[in-house]
């Protein structure tokens, strides 16, 4: 299959403007595609691959990965998997590759309920109407756990409003810091489905242009997002207290010892370190002695 929207350059569909859009164009960017972006064109092409970005509204990104009109998708695993459901349960063919998950668009798909009305269980919402954009995940996630008779109002946007508006009884939409529920009244009772961004791919083999053009990305990816993760650990110890410093510095199973023109008894310590350091940490470290603590984030990464 080879019907993506050009044969030599690569297309990727992202979201052309919410939650995912500023993250996903730095992300590339990041990985050392650049592009000319205008605000109102669909398509924007990379000044330094042959790449094309496809900017659409994220609903329509699963589609057009599996329909293989775009070779690659930056899209919430949220709309990725109601897609799929839907897909498969009106038998039109749902098939992509997952190539990495991504470090953003954290969030998860939660029914929540008025603030004052009575809910024990799941099972509380037997008869009950909840209004949701994801009806699919929804339904499987109450099948499973056997609650039946529970009706869906589907709705594409403000599901917070609905209990309210007397559309129906409880939500079941995207929570991140649960400010959005609170404001609304709502209590957040389950959680149905965790989300990040993923990178797909469509179906079928691509050419060898783009399966390069892909190699090249992928490890380029990995670099960037284990180096968002890692941080630079500089720091002056006491000789004597180095066994106790090198124990408390988090993931730092090979760090660099310095010796300093200056005295025999302190070295510097460098390590890089792919878990956060903490202040309490770093408070620590200062109690045994270290001077000079620096903490560097790391743009990029290569093993
Ligand atoms: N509060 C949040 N925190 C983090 N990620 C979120 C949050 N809300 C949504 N997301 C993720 O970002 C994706 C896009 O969310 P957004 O609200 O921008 O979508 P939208 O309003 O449906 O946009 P579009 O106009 O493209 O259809 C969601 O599908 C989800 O994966
Ligand atoms: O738990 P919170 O941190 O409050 O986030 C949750 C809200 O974020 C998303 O909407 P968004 O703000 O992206 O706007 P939208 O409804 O226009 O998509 C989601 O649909 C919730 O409404
Ligand atoms: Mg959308």
Same mark, same amino acid.
């Given at each position: 299959?080879?019907?993506?929207?050009? +044969?030599?350059?690569? $297309?990727?569909?992202?979201?052309?403007?919410?939650? #995912?859009?500023?993250?996903?164009? =730095?992300?590339?960017?990041?990985?050392?595609?650049?592009?000319?972006?205008?605000?109102?064109?669909?398509?924007?092409?990379?000044?330094?691959?042959?790449?094309?970005?496809?900017?659409?509204?994220? =609903?329509?990104? %699963?589609?057009?990965?599996?329909? /293989?009109?775009?070779? *690659?998708?930056?899209?919430?695993?949220?709309?990725?998997?109601?897609?799929?459901?839907?897909?498969?349960? $009106?038998?039109?063919?749902?098939?992509?590759?997952?190539?990495?998950?991504?470090?953003?668009?954290?969030?998860?798909?939660?029914?929540?309920?008025?603030?004052?009305?009575?809910?024990?269980?799941?099972?509380?919402?037997?008869?009950?109407?909840?209004?949701?954009?994801? %009806?699919?995940?929804? @339904?499987?996630?109450?099948?499973?756990?056997?609650?039946?008779?529970? +009706?869906?109002?589907?709705?594409?946007? &403000?599901?917070?409003?609905?209990?309210?508006?007397?559309?129906?009884?409880?939500?079941?939409?995207?929570?991140?810091?649960?400010?959005?529920?609170?404001?609304?009244?709502?209590?957040?009772?389950?959680?149905?489905?965790?989300?990040?961004?993923?990178?797909?791919?469509?179906? /079928?083999?691509? &050419?060898?242009?783009? @399966?390069?053009?892909?190699? @090249?990305?992928?490890?380029?990816?990995? /670099?960037? @997002?284990?180096?968002?993760?890692?941080?630079?650990?500089?720091?002056?110890?006491?000789?004597?207290?180095?066994?106790?410093?090198?124990?408390?510095?988090? /993931?730092?199973?090979? %760090?660099?010892? #310095?010796?300093?023109?200056?005295?025999?008894?302190?070295?510097?310590?460098?390590?890089?370190?792919?878990?956060? *350091?903490?202040?309490?940490?770093?408070?620590?470290?200062?109690?045994?002695?270290?001077? &000079?603590?620096?903490?560097?984030?790391?743009?990029?990464?290569?093993?």
């Amino acid at each position: 299959m080879e019907s993506s929207l050009s +044969s030599s350059r690569l $297309t990727i569909a992202i979201q052309k403007s919410g939650r #995912l859009s500023r993250e996903s164009i =730095d992300l590339l960017k990041a990985c050392g595609f650049k592009f000319s972006l205008h605000e109102s064109r669909l398509l924007a092409h990379s000044t330094s691959h042959p790449v094309d970005l496809l900017r659409v509204r994220d =609903d329509d990104i %699963p589609g057009l990965v599996m329909d /293989g009109v775009v070779d *690659l998708g930056l899209v919430g695993e949220n709309v990725l998997e109601e897609a799929r459901l839907e897909r498969l349960a $009106t038998d039109f063919p749902a098939v992509f590759t997952k190539l990495r998950n991504l470090d953003f668009g954290q969030c998860r798909l939660s029914i929540a309920v008025p603030k004052e009305a009575s809910y024990d269980t799941l099972q509380s919402l037997e008869g009950k109407r909840i209004a949701t954009t994801y %009806p699919h995940l929804l @339904q499987r996630y109450l099948k499973n756990a056997g609650v039946k008779n529970v +009706s869906t109002a589907m709705l594409t946007g &403000s599901v917070e409003v609905a209990p309210r508006a007397g559309l129906a009884d409880a939500i079941c939409d995207l929570v991140s810091t649960g400010a959005t529920l609170e404001a609304n009244g709502l209590v957040e009772k389950d959680v149905i489905f965790r989300s990040q961004a993923q990178l797909i791919q469509r179906p /079928g083999e691509l &050419s060898s242009e783009k @399966q390069a053009l892909l190699d @090249q990305l992928l490890p380029r990816l990995d /670099g960037v @997002q284990l180096a968002r993760e890692s941080k630079y650990i500089m720091l002056h110890a006491p000789k004597a207290m180095l066994e106790r410093v090198v124990d408390l510095l988090p /993931g730092a199973e090979q %760090p660099t010892i #310095l010796p300093l023109s200056h005295t025999d008894e302190t070295v510097a310590v460098h390590v890089v370190s792919t878990e956060k *350091l903490f202040w309490e940490t770093m408070e620590e470290l200062k109690a045994l002695g270290c001077s &000079s603590i620096l903490v560097l984030p790391i743009e990029k990464m290569m093993g």
